[in-house]
T-cell receptor, first 109, second 115 residues
Framework: GQNIDQPTEMTATEGAIVQINCTYQ??????LFWYQQHAGEAPTFLSY??LDGLEEKGRFSSFLSRSKGYSYLLLKELQMKDSASYLC??????????WGAGTKLIIKP | IAGITQAPTSQILAAGRRMTLRCTQD?????MYWYRQDLGLGLRLIHY???????GKGEVPDGYSVSRANTDDFPLTLASAVPSQTSVYFC??????????????FGEGSRLTVL
C-alpha cells in the first residue's frame, strides 16, 4: 500500500526551530520531496532527498532515512513568512508522487 | 514571466454542465499533470502526460478527460460536472516524468464550485 503521514498542524515561535516529520509506506521508492504552500497559493518546491542523510539549504534542511521510511523538514530561525503548509510527497516505483495531506505551520511572534 | 498559467482562476458551475480548465506552460517541459486538492487530503493526481501526444490516468480520473495536442497546453475537461468535483485544481509540469529531482512547477490553481 501507499501511505504518507504527517502532523496536521504545528505551532512555533518566531526565531525558533521546528521539525516537521513525515513517514511513508510506498511500493518502491524514488525520492522524498518537500513543498511549501502558502494559503491560497500554489505549492513550491523546497527539497528532494533520495539518499539517506541530511540536505541543508539555508534555513531549511531535510533528512531522510530509507530504512525507517522517515523524513523530516527542519526550519531554523523561523520568520513570520514561514507560516504555511508543508507538503511531504514520495515518488513511487512508477514515478508517481504520493502526497501527504500537509502540515499547517503557525508561527507566533 | 515564465511558468504555468491556468484559467479560469475561479468558477461556479451548475451540475451537469461541461467545463474545461485551461493550462499553458512556456518552459518546454515534457511532463504535465492535473491534481485536485481537497481539505484534509493530499494532492491527488487526476491525469498526466509524459510528452505531447500521450496521456495517462492518475489516481482519480473518473469524470475527467485531458488532451495534449502540443507541448505547451494541457486542458482538463469535466464532461458533466457533479458537486463532488468541487475542489481546487492545480496544473503542474516537470522537465521529465520521474528520474532525477523531478521538481514540479505548479500553476496558481483554479477554484471550481459545482452546485
Amino acid at each position: 500500500g501507499q501511505n504518507i503521514d504527517q502532523p496536521t498542524e504545528m505551532t512555533a515561535t518566531e526565531g525558533a526551530i521546528v521539525q516537521i516529520n513525515c513517514t511513508y509506506q510506498t511500493s518502491g521508492f524514488n525520492g522524498l520531496f518537500w513543498y511549501q504552500q502558502h494559503a491560497g497559493e500554489a505549492p513550491t518546491f523546497l527539497s528532494y532527498n533520495v539518499l539517506d542523510g541530511l540536505e541543508e539549504k539555508g534555513r531549511f534542511s531535510s533528512f531522510l532515512s530509507r530504512s525507517k521510511g522517515y523524513s523530516y523538514l527542519l526550519l531554523k530561525e523561523l520568520q513570520m513568512k514561514d507560516s504555511a503548509s508543508y507538503l511531504c510527497a514520495d515518488m513511487d516505483s512508477n514515478y508517481q508522487l504520493i502526497w501527504g495531506a500537509g502540515t499547517k505551520l503557525i508561527i507566533k511572534p | 514571466i515564465a511558468g504555468i498559467t491556468q484559467a479560469p482562476t475561479s468558477q461556479i458551475l451548475a451540475a451537469g454542465r461541461r467545463m474545461t480548465l485551461r493550462c499553458t506552460q512556456d518552459m518546454r517541459h515534457n511532463a504535465m499533470y492535473w491534481y485536485r486538492q481537497d481539505l484534509g487530503l493530499g494532492l491527488r493526481l487526476i491525469h498526466y502526460s509524459n510528452t505531447a501526444g500521450t496521456t495517462g490516468k492518475g489516481e482519480v480520473p473518473d469524470g475527467y478527460s485531458v488532451s495534449r495536442a502540443n507541448t505547451d497546453d494541457f486542458p482538463l475537461t469535466l464532461a458533466s460536472a457533479v458537486p463532488s468535483q468541487t475542489s481546487v485544481y492545480f496544473c503542474a509540469s516537470s522537465e521529465n516524468r520521474g528520474g532525477g529531482a523531478g521538481e514540479l512547477f505548479f500553476g496558481e490553481g483554479s477554484r471550481l464550485t459545482v452546485l
